[in-house]
């Protein structure tokens, strides 16, 4: 039998259903709303196996806010009702065959990766349902991202179009020009543009720091910044050998009646 796995990015699925809700926030409109969205991800992709990984709740920040103490500083925290009513929207999605895994000192996104790539990396498919551009570095012919809310793929054409590299030099495009909305620096005075430019160049950030060639317009911005460039990339880079904890049949998808 084939494998095609599907991989909920919950948070991102729950958080945009539940801001999306008219009037008075209601967690189980929300869950009933989430629901829906599940039916047709499911109908449309046809998974053998699926699950919803879920980031934890505590209040420690993970080992990227030690390489850069500012990641994620000042993002909006999640609603308290949605907290309060996770468990309800988990037992509803439980209700459709649809198990959660919960995220235990790491990202959310490094789960998601590291159970991704293990499976795609055995020629099986895989798809991430997500609007997170940050799984984009995964990409290959056995994994695709989904962005379910605007009903695209996240694929190759797609990352050339919107930041101008490779879907494998992300990290690297994201270690240069940094992303605001994360905290993540980068090299001040080098932005989107000088990115695409540099890795045009030269294949990743590794080299470009090391290159004797550099042009003086950069030299002098990357010879100063070099180690927040460093930091700024592996913060970007998705962990991909987490210990699972749990095998493929555990996931199975089974239709409930």
């Given at each position: 039998?084939?494998?095609?796995?599907?991989?909920?990015?919950?948070?991102?699925?729950?958080?945009?259903?539940?801001?999306?809700?008219?009037?008075?926030?209601?967690?189980?409109?929300?869950?009933?709303?989430?629901?829906?969205?599940?039916?047709?991800?499911?109908?449309?992709?046809?998974?053998?196996?699926?699950?919803?990984?879920?980031?934890?709740?505590?209040?420690?920040?993970?080992?990227?806010?030690?390489?850069?103490?500012?990641?994620?500083?000042?993002?909006?925290?999640?609603?308290?009702?949605?907290?309060?009513?996770?468990?309800?929207?988990?037992?509803?999605?439980?209700?459709?065959?649809?198990?959660?895994?919960?995220?235990?000192?790491?990202?959310?996104?490094?789960?998601?990766?590291?159970?991704?790539?293990?499976?795609?990396?055995?020629?099986e498919q895989v798809t991430i349902i997500s609007t997170d551009k940050g799984y984009c570095q995964l990409l290959?012919?056995?994994?695709?991202?989904?962005?379910?809310?605007?009903?695209?793929?996240?694929?190759?054409?797609?990352?050339?179009?919107?930041?101008?590299?490779?879907?494998?030099?992300?990290?690297?495009?994201?270690?240069?020009?940094g992303i605001s909305s994360s905290k993540i620096p980068g090299i001040p005075g080098i932005g989107p543009k000088?990115?695409?430019?540099?890795?045009?160049?030269?294949?990743?950030?590794?080299?470009?720091?090391?290159?004797?060639?550099?042009?003086?317009?950069?030299?002098?911005?990357?010879?100063e910044h070099h180690d927040l460039a460093i930091a700024s990339k592996q913060v970007s880079t998705l962990k991909?050998?987490?210990?699972?904890?749990?095998?493929?049949?555990?996931?199975?998808?089974?239709?409930?009646?």
């Amino acid at each position: 039998m084939s494998i095609h796995l599907v991989v909920i990015d919950a948070l991102n699925l729950i958080r945009r259903v539940h801001a999306a809700q008219p009037g008075e926030p209601d967690v189980h409109n929300t869950a009933r709303v989430c629901c829906q969205a599940l039916g047709k991800i499911i109908k449309s992709s046809i998974p053998s196996h699926i699950v919803a990984v879920f980031d934890h709740h505590s209040d420690d920040r993970g080992w990227r806010a030690e390489l850069l103490p500012h990641y994620k500083e000042g993002r909006k925290p999640m609603p308290p009702e949605l907290v309060e009513g996770m468990e309800t929207i988990q037992d509803a999605f439980m209700g459709m065959g649809v198990d959660s895994l919960l995220s235990d000192g790491d990202e959310a996104d490094d789960l998601v990766a590291t159970l991704a790539l293990k499976v795609a990396d055995r020629g099986e498919q895989v798809t991430i349902i997500s609007t997170d551009k940050g799984y984009c570095q995964l990409l290959r012919p056995t994994l695709r991202v989904r962005d379910y809310f605007q009903q695209r793929w996240l694929d190759s054409p797609f990352v050339e179009k919107e930041y101008g590299v490779k879907p494998e030099q992300l990290p690297d495009y994201w270690g240069l020009a940094g992303i605001s909305s994360s905290k993540i620096p980068g090299i001040p005075g080098i932005g989107p543009k000088a990115a695409v430019e540099l890795l045009s160049l030269y294949p990743d950030l590794e080299t470009i720091i090391t290159v004797g060639d550099l042009q003086p317009k950069w030299k002098k911005k990357v010879d100063e910044h070099h180690d927040l460039a460093i930091a700024s990339k592996q913060v970007s880079t998705l962990k991909t050998d987490l210990q699972l904890g749990f095998n493929l049949q555990d996931i199975r998808y089974r239709p409930q009646s």
